[in-house]
């Protein structure tokens, strides 16, 4: 089980030089770990992509490139990251809402092996981007189930969204699909649910979309080699030490071994959550309205997660001894606080009125599961403040430093 918690020497290694303190330290070695941890109960001939989307830089594609089938994208920018940053072997598969015509000559030029289409126009656009090509391209329908599904965080089928193609309408894209010579149907693609953290649950709804796959193909004659059933394995940010029982989900979906379909994989937050921490240096300490705050160098600007889902993230007191100034040190003991960060706005928030037994300005605040969804969907230059250090420890694949 890897959780990364900030080491002496990492700490140090972040704030070398950085005064105050503001960075990602990532574990590549614990990364690694992960994706052996989840891949090893999977039977034989099940593919565990990596969703780039969770977290793309590529010092984390080359780290998991070894220890995961591929990459599933959601952009012909992720396409180039990943051809950029693992080479042309990595198998990738490509999804997500909104596609166009571009993307679809960049998946071919690049070696995409599958689309995943997710409308009818795009089913329509695919074909005729494959015909002008003059190739054959791979699809698996979307679906974006008729029933609500209980459970998750956050919901991407089985409900009004814009993902997929809503269940009703898949006979009309099978239809559609046999008048599209340049695209060969291969099966169907389910991504309904993120953070399930009821792995019983996933296993039950996962067993349902296969049902519902198979039953597709045998009412229109198809031929089903793969079913993915998308990513969504959850993480717990109210309790670090939490897994999802990847064990009890194989052992539940996969009562027997079984040849056919194919059954596919492509976790992001999973994968990515728990390997790294974002350190923030405590530079004031206040009280507003009879609250204590501190305030951080470093927010959402860089972290967006807690604040764009709403919870108190979780996090360690990193004490520091060293106190430079002449005037006593300021500090807040057993009490309730809100850390803060560097932003114009009350909405600068990573954890609100929780417990401190101690904290003095100059401390660090490392907040933890912070490798997932924090930096790449956060909006970097709001204010132009100066980037975090993004450090990455762990050798390399040949056994040099990353
Ligand atoms: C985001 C996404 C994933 C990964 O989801 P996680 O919840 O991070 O595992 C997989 N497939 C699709 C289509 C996605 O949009």
Redesign the pocket.
Same mark, same amino acid.
């Given at each position: 089980m890897t959780l990364y918690r900030p080491s002496p020497a990492h700490i140090a290694a972040a704030t070398r030089g950085a005064d105050p303190a503001c960075a990602f330290l990532h574990d590549l070695d614990a990364l690694r770990r992960q994706a052996e941890t989840l891949r090893r109960p999977l039977p034989p001939g099940v593919d565990f992509f990596y /969703?780039v989307? /969770?977290n793309n830089d590529p010092r984390i594609l080359q780290a998991l490139a070894p220890h995961v089938s591929g990459f599933?994208v959601?952009s012909a920018g992720e396409i180039l990251r990943v051809r950029e940053a693992v080479g042309p072997q990595a198998r990738i598969v490509m999804?997500?809402p909104a596609r166009t015509a571009d993307d679809i000559r960049t998946l071919l030029a690049q070696g995409v092996e599958r689309l995943?289409v997710e409308s009818l126009h795009m089913l329509r656009l695919a074909d005729a981007v494959a015909r002008e090509v003059g190739t054959v391209l791979p699809v698996l329908l #979307?679906v974006n189930l008729t029933g609500p599904v209980p459970g998750a965080t956050?919901t991407?089928g089985g409900a009004a969204t814009q993902?997929g193609i809503e269940q009703g309408a898949i006979p009309d894209a099978i239809a559609i699909l046999r008048d599209c010579p340049a695209l060969r149907f291969e099966g169907f693609?389910f991504?309904t649910v993120?953070?399930d953290r009821d792995a019983a649950g996933h296993a039950a709804l996962c067993a349902a979309q296969l049902a519902l796959a198979r039953d597709w193909a045998a009412t229109h004659g198809l031929d089903l080699r793969i079913v993915n059933l998308?990513?969504?394995?959850g993480v717990d940010y109210a309790d670090p030490d939490w897994r999802f029982d990847t064990d009890a989900f194989a052992r539940a979906l996969f009562p027997l071994p079984d040849a056919a379909p194919r059954v596919q994989f492509?976790?992001? #937050?999973?994968v990515a959550a728990y390997h790294a921490a974002y350190l923030c240096e405590v530079v004031d300490l206040k009280r507003a309205h009879g609250r204590a705050f501190a305030l951080l160098r470093g927010g959402t600007h860089h972290f967006r997660l807690p604040s764009s889902w709403g919870h108190d993230h979780p996090f360690v007191v990193l004490p520091r001894a060293a106190w430079p100034h002449p005037w006593p040190r300021p500090d807040i003991t057993g009490e309730r606080l809100t850390l803060a960060g560097e932003l114009c706005t009350p909405k600068d928030i990573l954890a609100r009125d929780v417990r401190v037994e101690r904290l003095r300005i100059g401390d660090r605040i490392g907040f933890l599961m912070a490798g /997932?969804?924090g930096w790449d969907i956060s909006h970097h230059d709001f204010l132009c403040h100066a980037h975090p250090q993004r450090l990455f420890f762990g050798a390399g694949p040949d056994g040099s430093a990353a």
């Open positions: /969703a989307k /969770a599933e959601a999804g997500g995943h #979307r956050l991407m993902f693609h991504h993120s953070n998308g990513g969504g394995w492509e976790c992001g #937050r999973i /997932a969804y």
